[in-house]
Structure formats: structure tokens, C-alpha cells
């Protein structure tokens, strides 16, 4: 009897585990296509979208239930560098240190194909060991179409994609003038993400016109992301 009653009082003395609303695995393109000067553009980018008044509201709105946040980068088949593990976001000190990990990354050097159905496969297992977390992400960004690897279409047809949303952020050009082909134009690369990627109920896509645009896309992606989540998950379960 004594060593339960000791037992119960160390059980209730123990913090209760927050809940997760939302696993965000963050996939960040650095293929060939990307050089040096967009690869900051990329990071800086998400940093400041983090940082945004209106992004940091919705990442701390429901404090018993954060958001767990891993980024990666991601290239070829075989590729794929996670540069920040699963962090918690449980105030604005852990913003933070993960914008502080963002802007000390420098770009692997190399050249990569884009193999997205490999960075698809990854995002899946680091989100396997959020499985407790309410609704699971990933979230990715490319400039270009998968020309190595796996079909994502064929990935994502696996059944260890049946609880997670992908979501794409496409960065590319406006339709080029005249016979000029300027790079990736994005009305079609949106249509390939589409139709390849993106994956889920409530999957979309946000686009950039060029990685200095990155910023502003990136904050609509997550204000729309997050807000999805706070919908479906506004109260506790």
C-alpha cells in the first residue's frame, strides 16, 4: 500500500505532456537550380516569415497544444540534410533560436538533381516520430520538377501517407516575353505540383515569383497552414 501511494504521489508530480496541434517538417530546395545568393534568399526568408507579428500570433495561439517544427533541405535521391531536429514552439524564445540556426546555415556544396519523391519519403519518416501530434505537414519548396528518384505521385500513393498533408510553396518566373524562356514559368510548375504533390484534404499551394519573393510567400503559406490547423484543432481533444 505504501509503495503505491508513493508511487501515485511521484505519477502526479511529474508535468503533464502538452499536446501537439501540429507537426510542421519544413522541406527547403537546395538542387543545382539553386545558387548561393537564392539559398539565403530561402533561408532568410522563412526566418522572417517565423518572425512575422502576424505568423508568431498563430504559432503560439494555443500554448497547451505548440507546434513541433523540423526543417530539412533537400536535392538529389539521396540528398536530404535536416538542419533544424523536431524543436517545440512554446514561446517567442524558441523562435528565436531556430531563426539563430536558419542564418548560421551555409549551402552544401555540389551539384544536385531534384528528386522531390526523396524528400517526400524523408519528410514522411522524420514525421513519424510525431505521430501523436493532431495533424502532420510537409511542407515544400522547389523550383523545379523531379528529374531523379521517385515519382511523387508514387510516393505519396504509399500508406504511410494517409494521416499527412503535403504542402508546396513554387518558386518560379512570370511568363516570359516573347520566345525568351527565362527559367521555371509558374503557371506550369504549378500545375506540376498539383497534380504531383501536393497531398491531403486541405492541401495547396502558395507561389513565388522568384526566390525574392520567397518571404512574402512563405508567410502566406504559413498564416494559411496554421490557420487550417486552428480550425480543425481550435480545442483541445
Known amino acids: 500500500m505504501r509503495l503505491t501511494l508513493t508511487l501515485l504521489i511521484w505519477l502526479y ?11 510542421l517538417a519544413m522541406a527547403l530546395d537546395v ?37 513541433d517544427l523540423a526543417v530539412f533541405e533537400w536535392s538529389g535521391p539521396t540528398s536530404q540534410r535536416l538542419i533544424l531536429p523536431w524543436t517545440t514552439i512554446s ?48 511542407d515544400i519548396s522547389g523550383d523545379g520538377k523531379r528529374n531523379a528518384g521517385p515519382r511523387p505521385r508514387s510516393v505519396l500513393a504509399r500508406t504511410g501517407f494517409d494521416d499527412i498533408t503535403v504542402n508546396a510553396l513554387v518558386i518560379g518566373t ?36 522568384g526566390f525574392q519573393d520567397f518571404q512574402r510567400a512563405m508567410k502566406q503559406k504559413l498564416l494559411h497552414e496554421l490557420n487550417v490547423a486552428i480550425a480543425q484543432f481550435g480545442g483541445a481533444r
Do not use: K, M
Not at 32 to 43: A, H, I, K, N
Not at 110 to 117: C, D, K, M, N, S
Open 174 to 209: 512570370d511568363a516570359p516575353s516573347g520566345d525568351q524562356i527565362t527559367g521555371n514559368e509558374i503557371a506550369e510548375l504549378s500545375s506540376y505540383f498539383r497534380a504531383e504533390v501536393l497531398h491531403g484534404e486541405n492541401a495547396f499551394l502558395e507561389t513565388a515569383l
Open 91 to 138: 514561446g517567442a524564445a524558441d523562435l528565436r533560436a531556430v531563426v539563430g540556426v536558419l542564418q548560421n546555415q551555409r549551402r552544401p556544396g555540389g551539384t544536385e538533381t531534384t528528386a522531390i519523391g526523396a524528400a517526400l519519403e524523408y519528410g514522411a519518416a522524420l514525421l513519424q516520430q510525431r505521430q501523436s501530434c493532431w495533424a502532420l505537414t510537409i
Open 13 to 23: 508530480a511529474l508535468p503533464l505532456q502538452a499536446a501537439c496541434r501540429q507537426a
Open 31 to 67: 538542387s543545382s537550380s539553386v545558387d548561393r545568393t537564392e539559398y539565403q534568399l530561402q533561408l532568410n526568408g522563412l526566418a522572417g516569415a517565423l518572425l512575422d507579428p502576424e505568423v508568431q500570433a498563430l504559432l503560439l495561439f494555443q500554448p497547451n497544444a505548440p507546434i
